[in-house]
C-alpha cells in the first residue's frame, strides 16, 4: 500500500485523540479506574510540561520544538520512502502520529492529557497515552531497523565469508 507510513501516522493520531476524548469526558483529574488492581490504572492526569512533567508551562517552547520534531520527521520519511526499509517507514509512522497527537494537545488546550498508569511496587511510572506508546514502539523499531540493516550490510559486505581457497 502506497503511503502507508501515513495511514499508520493517522490510525495512531485517530486512537489518540478519541482515547484523550472518551477519558476526559468520563473522568475528574485525578480519578482512577482500576484495570489490574494497583498495577495498571486508568488516571486522568493533564500534563502542561514536557515528559516526566519537567519544564512546566513552557507551551510555546513545546509547539516550537513539536512541530520542528514534526517537519523533520517528514523530511526524513520522504527521504527514506524508497529505501526498502518498511520497518522503518512504520516506525517513522508510529512517531510522526504521536507527535502530532501531543502537539494537538498543546495547541488547543495547552496541556497533554495522560492517563495509563502503572505502579511497580512502590514505583509509578509516569503516566503516558496512547500517542506516548506509539513514540516509544516507533523508536525502538527504528534501534531495531538499524540493527538489522547493520546486520544486512556487514552480510553484503566484500570478505565476509565469500573468500574462496582454491
Known sequence: MKYYYFWVALVLLLLDQITKKIVSGGMEVGDQISVIGEFFKIHLYKNNGAAFSILPNQRLLFIVITTA????????????????????MVALGLILGGAIGNLVDRALYGEVVDFFKLTFGNYIFPIFNIADIGITIGVVLILLDTILDVKNQGAKAPGNGDMRLD
Open 69 to 88: 520534531a514534526v517537519i523533520g520527521i517528514l523530511w526524513y520519511i520522504r527521504r527514506n520512502r524508497s529505501s526498502g526499509r518498511p520497518l522503518l
